[in-house]
């Protein structure tokens, strides 16, 4: 059967927004996801294994049981049911996976979306898709974000990191919230490394997120400039020294078009661990403001 992804798209996020505005927030700004996912019959397991093959899976068949997997750091394999008390030790990224759970059994009870499998690919990501829509919309009440960039005018990225761990939602999450509603504003996030070839200090985006109206560099682009890599790499870039960078043709050269940026509003750099290759990487973020011409 055809489904327009369009329209169930809009319904979910809307029945997200309901549970969301409805959960009780236990004097925190976060949405405690442990009593949502029993209201819809689903109990949440932490899996502890060696080699964690992906982040999160709900199995369809009653009881619902959404398992996110985490690296075991003693070898042992073990799992635990977490219940409203044990909550808060879920991180923020497996936050996000459950709500994305939550998002695919809300999908097959209510809106009849039969899962697909991964062999399907275009169905696949198209339900991948909707899940990640109704994960952002649970974890960011819509009230809370529009009170938050209603009351600052300007906003940095250490105030979008402090908001963020209050509603217990990844900065990645935030981001796309924030261009939601602020169409002048952009997101990239860099991670360090190395050029094969030169040797040189490169900066890598790996992600980046803006509205739609404008373009960024996009996944794996890397940022050549040596001047900017200079400055984030090291450790003391200061606002006076990014807030008028503008790129440069560099990205125009890969039709990127970012000739727009007009200046970076913010950065901050977080080390970030990543278990799967066991290498420390520096992580940047920059927000960038779009300045109307
Ligand atoms: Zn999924």
Sequence with gaps: MMMNYDILEKKLIDIAKKISSQSNKQNTLSVSLVPIANRLGADIFLQFVNKPFRDA????NKPYKITLFRKSLDGIETSCK???RDEKTITMRERFSVAHELGHLIAYNNLQIEPTLPSDKSEYWKQEKLAHSFARKLLLPEALITNWLN??????INDCYKFA???RVTLHVLSRSVCEHKKKFGFLKLVSGINEKSGKKILKVEDSICSGEFALPKHHAHILNEELVQILDSNQANYHQLNNWCFDKEYNQNN???SWIKRIVGYASVNHRYLKIQEKYDTFWILFEHVET
């Excluded at 899976?57 to 369809?60: E, F, G, T």
């Excluded at 009351?151 to 940095?156: A, S």
Aim: proline share 0%.
């Design 82 to 84: 977490i219940t409203s």
């Design 151 to 156: 009351n600052n005018d300007v906003i940095t």
């Design 165 to 167: 761990s209050k509603l």
């Design 57 to 60: 899976q709900i199995s369809l």
């Design 256 to 258: 990127y078009k970012i």
